[in-house]
Nanobody, 125 residues
């Protein structure tokens, strides 16, 4: 079993940066692909990006490409979402999710078996 805890959310002005962390328990976290999702008020939860379990592939939602970067440090059981050039439309609760041997092609929320509790990101204009 893997338990996930997100951190690093907060309030930032447009153009600013935040780094979210997804810390996992469990010795086999290195076998899990990790996806980041976000949910704004009144909207569906949407895929933001993912990193493969091997760590050598990433994939992003078009609207965040070039601004967001996902990385992982398996020694620390942690996946990161670096968010730069933030825009007000990035405001949402951000969730990380894990799937055993997940590749970057899993972009649907129901394709992930483990979820964190979410962390709020608010970007002011």
């Amino acid at each position: 079993q893997v338990q996930l805890v997100e951190s690093g959310g907060g309030f930032v002005q447009a153009g600013g940066s935040l780094r979210l962390s997804c810390a996992a328990s469990g010795r086999t976290f290195g076998n899990y692909g990790v996806g980041w999702f976000r949910q704004a008020p009144g909207k569906e939860r949407e895929f933001v990006g993912a990193i493969s379990w091997t760590g050598d592939n990433t994939y992003y939602l078009d609207s965040v490409k070039g601004r967001f970067t996902i990385s992982r440090d398996n020694a620390k059981n942690t996946v990161y979402l670096q968010m730069n050039s933030l825009k007000p439309q990035d405001t949402a609760v951000y969730y990380c999710a894990a799937r055993l041997y997940g590749s970057v092609y899993y972009t649907g929320r129901y394709e992930y078996s483990h979820w964190g509790q979410g962390t709020q990101v608010t970007v002011s204009s």
